[in-house]
């Protein structure tokens, strides 16, 4: 059966400090690939998607990125974060074409 | 511009009391709308499509394209469907979807 997985759970870094979380699916193959970000009362967010090795989509501007160095495996990434970075962080991924998505845990990242 | 709107952050009903969830949304392509939800301690899961015009946990949710609406309704809540719901637009054609801002469900004893 297909797993998500996403490391670290909670995450206390300073500001400008850089960040790495990391999202791996097991059982399935080229998966679409999502983060999003869960603010308080601002819902879900979307902030990259990935459709294969290699291929982000950028939704909003702002002090992340993303990598998928694997075919299953998504990193999201700052050389320096700001406060405005604290959130909660989900991934995300479904089988292409298919219509639901399923999420991982989640990471709280609180930036200080 | 896409957007989903929930009015309610919070909703609070007694157990037995009927329930609607309010979502709202915008955009000028054929709407794929699901309903998301998350129980205390569990990840966020599909409740619903409106595609499949299904009864899951006895909600149902009926696409509106005249209001742009995708309400979530259950007639008698239940102390178990406390939880986070968000209402989501899949832009059609995309990989993209848009979340609503979440509404809290409490029900009450």
């Known amino acids: 059966s297909q797993t998500i997985h996403q490391w670290p759970a909670t995450l206390v870094q300073p500001v400008g400090s850089p960040l790495s979380l990391e999202c791996t699916v097991e059982?399935?193959?080229?998966?679409?690939l999502y983060w999003y970000r869960q603010a308080a009362g601002r819902g879900l967010q979307l902030l990259f998607y990935?459709?294969?090795?290699?291929?982000i989509s950028s939704e909003v501007p702002q002090n992340l990125s993303a990598s998928r160095p694997q075919d299953r495996q998504f990193i999201l990434s700052s050389k320096k974060l700001l406060l405005s970075d604290s959130g909660f962080y989900l991934c995300?991924?479904?089988?292409?074409?298919?219509?639901?998505?399923?999420f991982g845990p989640g990471t709280r990242l609180t930036v200080t | 511009a896409q957007r989903v709107t929930q009015p309610e952050k919070l909703l609070s009903v007694f157990k037995g009391a009927p329930v609607e969830l309010k979502c709202n949304y915008s955009?000028?392509?054929?709407?794929?709308l699901f309903w998301y939800v998350q129980y205390s301690r569990q990840r966020l899961q599909l409740l619903l499509r409106?595609?499949s015009r299904e009864s899951i946990k006895g909600f149902t949710a009926d696409l509106n394209k005249g209001e742009t609406s995708f309400h979530l309704k259950k007639p008698f809540a239940q102390e178990e469907d406390s939880a986070m719901y968000y209402c989501?637009?899949?832009?059609?054609?995309?990989?993209?979807?848009?979340f609503g801002t979440g509404t809290r469900l409490k029900v009450l004893a």
């Open positions: 995300a991924w479904r089988t292409s074409g298919a219509y639901e998505q399923y």
């Open positions: 059982g399935t193959s080229n998966p679409n």
């Open positions: 990935s459709v294969g090795i290699g291929q």
């Open positions: 955009y000028s392509g054929s709407p794929e």
């Open positions: 409106h595609i």
């Open positions: 989501a637009l899949q832009l059609s054609g995309t990989y993209k979807y848009i």
